[in-house]
T-cell receptor, first 115, second 115 residues
Framework: DTAVSQTPKYLVTQMGNDKSIKCEQN?????MYWYKQDSKKFLKIMFS???????INETVPNRFSPKSPDKAHLNLHINSLELGDSAVYFC??????????????FGPGTRLLVL | GENVEQHPSTLSVQEGDSAVIKCTYS??????FPWYKQELGKRPQLIID?????GEKKDQRIAVTLNKTAKHFSLHITETQPEDSAVYFC??????????????FGQGTILTVHP
């Protein structure tokens, strides 16, 4: 009965590689987010999709490309990985925007280490 | 854009004492203020939230106060227990409009409760 799930949980890779992280939610939510948590624990939003449409795109290198095949899934593809991309990436989802529910539910995180 | 400052960065208390964490925000249009707790290696989880039409909200040992005029809000934990030890994040967002629930987080407070 996992609400928001992410795969993989851990990802260790070499600089220059391309990798993807997947997120799925079974809450029936319309809006999903990607956050990055750096080594100092700072949480910063990267992207958000609402019903498969990109609605938030923060200042993120274009090596990062989100994709939402349907409203239950939001994936993150990263090209040409750099050392500074090492972080924990959290997916989150939220109930429909017009529903008055603001709570964002986070996935377990994907710990990415770039060597 | 919104900027959220959180203090202190670390807080150490004895079991049974109270703990207070403070946040200030910059965007007067922000109207939703959640607090998240993140245990080591785990996902952030919502513990309490407040909207700008309310000055205070309480849930058992946890309370949040909001001063809209001064643009600051605080988390109060009474009768602290060792299991309260975690990183606590405040956040701010604007409900409705084109904000799409974008959360801006504070820098986090590492709370340690000593038995």
């Amino acid at each position: 009965d996992t609400a928001v799930s992410q795969t993989p949980k851990y990802l260790v890779t070499q600089m220059g590689n391309d990798k993807s992280i997947k997120c799925e939610q079974n809450l029936g939510h319309d809006t999903m987010y990607w956050y990055k948590q750096d080594s100092k624990k700072f949480l910063k939003i990267m992207f958000s999709y609402n019903n498969k449409e990109l609605i938030i795109n923060e200042t993120v290198p274009n090596r990062f490309s989100p994709k939402s095949p349907d409203k239950a899934h939001l994936n993150l593809h990263i090209n040409s990985l750099e050392l500074g991309d090492s972080a924990v990436y959290f997916c989150a989802s939220r109930a429909p925007l017009a529903g008055g529910q603001e709570t964002q539910y986070f996935g377990p995180g994907t710990r990415l280490l770039v060597l | 854009g919104e900027n959220v400052e959180q203090h202190p960065s670390t807080l150490s208390v004895q079991e049974g004492d109270s703990a207070v964490i403070k946040c200030t925000y910059s965007d007067s249009a922000s109207n939703y203020f959640p607090w998240y707790k993140q245990e080591l290696g785990k996902r952030p989880q919502l513990i309490i939230d407040i909207r700008s039409n309310v000055g205070e909200k309480k849930d058992q040992r946890i309370a949040v106060t909001l001063n809209k005029t001064a643009k600051h809000f605080s988390l109060h934990i009474t009768e602290t227990q060792p299991e309260d030890s975690a990183v606590y994040f405040c956040a701010a967002s604007r409900v409705g409009g084109t904000s799409y629930g974008k959360l801006t987080f504070g820098q986090g407070t590492i709370l340690t409760v000593h038995p």
